[in-house]
């Protein structure tokens, strides 16, 4: 594993706006700060297991492996090509369009949620991936696709308590631990586009994986406060350094998805 991505942070709070000021704009930027660095890092961790790069205004495909591969039948994204699920796998006209995604699924490749999550499973199972440790990553699109699929989802697989605890939806879904996070990868207007055929342009992206598919190392994660030697103010600074490595490709599974 290569400790190679970092993200940076640093605000300045001028003595005369601290004294002035009704509330504490320190803890205030510095919780704000801290939150973007954790943004940064999930965006980078979810675009790399998922196959795709943020450039700093899109997402677009990774053609390098970081570092070797861990499984010489990856692709250059460290990805298997048969667990880059599309609307192809599920007996689609146009293989390599996104999967029209409805509650309830329908004719074609019209599919339900869980029609994608038992696929996932179903490839996992294939793979001999432990049952144990299964996670799935949605957007709030797919997440709310998810919910109108069944009244009993919440009540079962959620354990009646549908509270999102740090991006967590409680309880099982087909054996999936399941997360919410905004900073999935996309391209063009994304998962909520209406496409009853699917897209190749206008489309989500799910990961669902393994806890051992992949690893992350931090070598420094830290903020440090100091005087301004330039003006009367507090700096406060903040740094992380990580790396991140597909270590089992064959327990990592993407779906490329849009709302029918």
Not at 56 to 68: D, E, K, Q
């Amino acid at each position: 594993m290569v400790i190679d991505q970092a993200s940076y942070f640093q605000f300045a709070l001028d003595d005369i706006e601290e004294a002035h000021s009704h509330v504490s704009f320190m803890d205030l930027a510095t919780d704000r700060a801290g939150f973007k660095l954790r943004d940064a890092f999930d965006q980078d961790v979810l675009g790399y297991m998922s196959g795709y790069t943020w450039n700093g205004s899109a997402w677009v495909a990774r053609t390098a492996a970081a570092g070797t591969k861990s499984n010489a039948a990856a692709g250059a994204d460290e990805l298997l090509a048969a667990n880059k699920l599309t609307q192809g796998a599920f007996g689609g006209s146009t293989a390599a369009n996104s999967i029209p995604v409805t509650a309830g699924g329908g004719a074609g490749a019209l599919t339900s949620p869980l029609a994608v999550l038992n696929r996932m499973a179903r490839l996992m199972d294939a793979a001999n991936v432990d049952t144990d440790g299964r996670w799935i990553v949605v957007d709030p699109v797919f997440k709310e696709i998810l919910m109108d699929e069944d009244a009993k989802l919440v009540n079962a697989d959620f354990g009646g308590d549908a509270e999102v605890r740090n991006g967590r939806l409680p309880g099982t879904i087909r054996g999936f631990r399941v997360y919410q996070s905004n900073n999935l990868p996309y391209k063009g207007t994304g998962s909520g586009t209406s496409a009853a055929a699917g897209s190749a342009t206008n489309f989500g992206v799910l990961v669902a994986g393994h806890d051992s598919a992949a690893a992350v190392a931090d070598q420094i994660a830290k903020t440090e406060s100091f005087r301004s030697p330039e003006t009367f103010a507090d700096i406060v600074r903040g740094i992380q350094l990580y790396g991140r490595k597909i270590l089992r490709p064959e327990g990592l599974i993407t779906a490329n998805y849009n709302l029918a």
